[in-house]
Each structure stands twice: as C-alpha cells, then as structure tokens.
C-alpha cells in the first residue's frame, strides 16, 4: 500500500536558519504530494503541493519538488521565522477515485531566536 | 465564516459511553471525511463519504459509525467507548473524490475516554 516516510523530529532552529525536512514516499500509481502544517491546537492547513513529476508548489517562502525518480518531495525554506513553529504533515494522495490522504508521521519544528 | 466546523472541541467520557461528534462544512464540498490523530501525532483516515455515500471504511471496528445527513454534514458515532478511543479526531471536506483536490480540515475534536 502507499506509505509516506518523514525525518524524525523535533527540529529545533534558530531564527533565519535554513530547513529541510525530508519526505520521501511510496506508491503505486502517480500520486499528488502535499505538505500541510499543523499549528499549535489547530487543525492542518494545506502548505504547498505537487501533482506531477518535476512540479514545484510554494507557499509562504517554502517550497518543494516533486522527484519521481527519487520518491521525496522535500520541504525546504531559506529563512525560517519563530512563527513557523509547527508541526509539518508530508501526505500523499494516491491517484485512484478514492482521494484519501496518507499522512507521514509529521515533523515538529521548534524556531527560537 | 467557519469553512469546516466541529462540535465538541472537548469530550471527556467513561469508558462504555456512547458519543457524538459533529461536523458541518460550508464549501459547497462533494466529500467529506473522519481522521484520527493518536497521541504521536500520526493521522490516519477512518471514513470517507461523497455525496452522502460511504466510499472509504479503513478498517475502524463496527463502535464507529458515520452518518451523513446531507451533503455539508458527515457525523460520527462511537458506542462502547474504550481506553484506546482517546485521540483528536479530526473531520475535512474536499470539493471533490479524486486527484489532487484540497482537503480542508476542523479544529479537531479532543476526545478523552476515562
């Protein structure tokens, strides 16, 4: 069945440092590839996403690629805020009728100053 | 305005209650959908519904049964509740079934069986 890996976290950063956090994925047909982020007591709020191979989604200064031939879909922001303290969901969609979402076990981001 | 919206947002209950959560959506969606959120954070999907009709069960124990009223409700009834019933459960709609649609998502109902 699909099934979507995300790097452990918590990840803790300062202030305009750099993230990754990995996502890589497997599926059987063509998935679509999300992000969705999860603030503190409140439900996920869709990020970014990809449908095809090669696209690119951004969103609020984060962004990531759709790699077929490498299965990720990585996030990756250049400059990360205090207020992006989140938990992040990689989630795909698989590409039959019915259009549920498998989640990643979610990476907790921690921003200081 | 509230795009999906969730009633309880707390419920704390014994164990062997029988509870409601309510959930309403204001998009004009086709689908809708129940997922839970363990204690690690980890969601999975318990019940898809699109236009009233059930289209995905994944395996929740016979306890759990959704009801869909009409196409902007999709209602979850839990009987017998157990110890391990204790999650946020968190109730999205998309416009709708398939590809890439957007699913937005409730605050979450934070259910705690004692």
């Known amino acids: 069945g699909d099934s979507v890996t995300q790097m452990e976290g918590p990840v803790t950063l300062s202030e305009e440092a750099f993230l990754t956090i990995n996502c890589t994925y497997t599926?059987?047909?063509?998935?679509?590839l999300f992000w969705y982020v999860q603030y503190p007591g409140e439900g996920l709020q869709l990020l970014l996403k990809?449908?095809?191979?090669?696209d690119k989604g951004s969103n609020k200064g984060f962004e990531a690629t759709y790699r077929k031939e490498t299965t990720s879909f990585h996030l990756e922001k250049g400059s990360v805020q205090v207020s992006d303290s989140a938990v992040y969901f990689c989630?795909?969609?698989?590409?039959?009728?019915?259009?549920?979402?498998?989640f990643g076990t979610g990476t907790r981001l921690q921003v200081t100053l | 305005d509230t795009a999906v919206s969730q009633t309880p947002k707390y419920l704390v209950t014994q164990m062997g209650n029988d509870k409601s959560i309510k959930c309403e959506q204001n998009l004009g969606h086709d689908t809708m959908y129940w997922y839970k959120q363990d204690s690690k954070k980890f969601l999975k999907i318990m019940f898809s519904?699109?236009?009233?009709?059930?289209?995905i069960n994944e395996t929740v124990p016979n306890r759990f049964s959704p009801k869909s009223p009409d196409k902007a409700h999709l209602n979850l009834h839990i009987n017998s509740l157990e110890l391990g019933d204790s999650a946020v459960y968190f109730c999205?709609?998309?416009?709708?079934?398939?590809?890439?649609?957007?699913?937005?998502f409730g605050p979450g109902t934070r259910l705690t069986v004692l």
């Open positions: 989630a795909l969609s698989d590409s039959g009728t019915a259009s549920k979402l498998t």
């Open positions: 599926a059987t047909g063509y998935p679509s």
């Open positions: 990809a449908t095809k191979a090669d």
């Open positions: 519904y699109n236009n009233k009709e059930l289209i």
């Open positions: 999205a709609s998309s416009q709708r079934l398939a590809g890439a649609n957007e699913q937005f």
